[in-house]
């Protein structure tokens, strides 16, 4: 929320409590006042676009309006009595709810942030999603880069599809997100690749299921700007909305079968499709034709994958079937399919939402544990007090801090969006130091800089938590 739509709000909320306790009408400073509110609301048009969560603002500003120079009659008196405070709390709850523009946090890095969007078509692969058989897989990756410091240029877009949204994007009204093509990504569009290094570490990275890549934006520029080579992955028809090669705007197709009430076999499935989708992403990355400014600069034997929920899961699954990946990271993902009972022999990292606030499944416990028991090399597990699962992805930034605060009470997260994605990233890229650049990781201190994470290293059976 800017300056001026926070004074607009606040100013008209403030206007319309007094309304309430005012005796008798003072029309000159009354009109006064609105006027200001009025230029404001032209000033806020004119300057950022029209904004529809700003609705009841305007309305209560001309009903004010209409009052004063009506000079407060006993019939407008009646009506702002019943009118103020109910439109105080709609102009709060419309306005300060859903925030017209998104503001995200600054990546914390040293370099600048660049950003280029591939997206390509797999002729080998159909798309399992359609009914035609001549679709093809298509494969949507956004890179996410270390750039100059002091590189400039235009950002990116936040969410692919803006304009040509679907009703509902992850269960969001869509018309919440018509301004989003406002939000700052931190990422400069087709900027120069950092040149401090030959060659860049890459990091792969799969979103939840059903999330587009673009809710990751924090995490994955934040990541960036610490020294890696960031690819996300849009899975198509089931992430949440994805424009394709040919412009064509997908989204989900779920097909749940009867017998599979608890949709096991559905998800099994669906991770078989992620991780081929990964897998192809691998194998582009030796065809320099294809990555522009990062054509030759990433390092091919030190790559990563990491994850989300379900991409959590399928990066584990992608490290347990390719030997190119060399470490993987799970953030709060629940484990399907035969996955539990892999044997990984490359460093593997757990972070965790707080368990007492997320509520973590039986089957997130049990698999999470088993594969743990099962590593043949070094692994760690941290989980992060008052971060739920939501917390790792920019949803909670969507929502003003009144609203998050009140969700916070009612759902968790109170650590708040920032510190989650700031201890998760000094967790990640310290645990990535090791496998990706060659230099020692000292996870133990990352975790240290902040209260209430409990984790350590784990080997076998090992699932004890170090309490801070």
Not at 236 to 261: H, S
Not at 271 to 296: C, H, N, P
Not at 342 to 353: A, D
């Amino acid at each position: 929320m800017s300056v001026i739509d926070f004074l607009l709000v606040g100013g008209t909320v403030l206007f319309s409590l007094a309304s309430l306790v005012s005796r008798r009408s003072r029309a000159p400073r009354a009109i006064g006042m609105l006027s200001l509110l009025a230029a404001g609301c032209l000033l806020q048009v004119l300057l950022e676009g029209w904004y529809w969560q700003f609705t009841p603002v305007y309305l209560l500003i001309l009903l004010g309006l209409l009052r004063a120079v009506l000079q407060d009659g006993p019939r407008w008196r009646m009506v702002a009595a019943r009118t103020g405070q109910a439109g105080a709390v709609c102009a709060l709850g419309m306005s300060w709810v859903f925030l017209p523009v998104p503001d995200l946090p600054a990546p914390s890095g040293p370099y600048a942030v660049g950003t280029e969007v591939f997206r390509w078509v797999d002729a080998t692969r159909p798309e399992p999603a359609t009914d035609a058989p001549q679709d093809r897989r298509n494969i949507i990756v956004q890179a996410w880069y270390p750039a100059p410091r002091g590189a400039v240029g235009e950002h990116a877009v936040y969410l692919d599809g803006l304009g040509h949204l679907p009703r509902f994007v992850s269960g969001v009204p869509s018309m919440v997100m018509t301004r989003y093509d406002r939000i700052n990504t931190h990422g400069l569009l087709a900027a120069p690749l950092s040149d401090d290094r030959a060659k860049w570490p890459v990091v792969l990275f799969s979103p939840g299921y059903g999330a587009s890549r673009s809710f990751y934006t924090s995490l994955l520029s934040d990541l960036a700007s610490r020294g890696f080579v960031v690819l996300a992955i849009d899975h198509p028809f089931e992430a949440a909305v994805t424009t394709l090669a040919d412009g064509y705007i997908a989204t989900p197709v779920e097909r749940f079968a009867a017998n599979d009430p608890y949709r096991l076999a559905y998800m099994s499935e669906h991770l078989d499709i992620r991780t081929a989708d990964m897998d192809a992403v691998l194998d582009q990355l030796a065809r320099k034709e294809r990555w522009g400014a990062l054509s030759g600069r990433m390092d091919l034997d030190r790559i990563a994958a990491i994850g989300h929920s379900f991409g959590g899961a399928t990066a584990v699954a992608v490290m347990a079937r390719d030997s190119r990946v060399k470490a993987a990271a799970n953030i709060d993902g629940t484990l399907y399919g035969t996955l539990a009972e892999r044997h990984l022999g490359r460093p593997f990292l757990l972070v965790e939402s707080d368990h007492g606030e997320t509520g973590h499944s039986e089957m997130y416990q049990r698999g999470n544990q088993r594969l743990i028991a099962n590593l043949r090399d070094q692994g760690f597990r941290y989980q992060i007090a008052r971060a739920n699962h939501y917390s790792f992805t920019d949803a909670p930034l969507m929502f003003s801090p009144p609203a998050r605060w009140l969700l916070a009470q009612l759902v968790g997260g109170s650590r708040g969006p920032t510190e989650t994605l700031h201890a998760t990233n000094d967790i990640v890229a310290a645990f990535l130091q090791g496998p990706l650049t060659g230099r020692p990781a000292d996870i133990e201190r990352a975790a240290r800089r902040y209260q209430n994470i409990q984790g350590g290293p784990v080997q076998g059976n090992a699932m004890t938590l170090t309490r801070r």
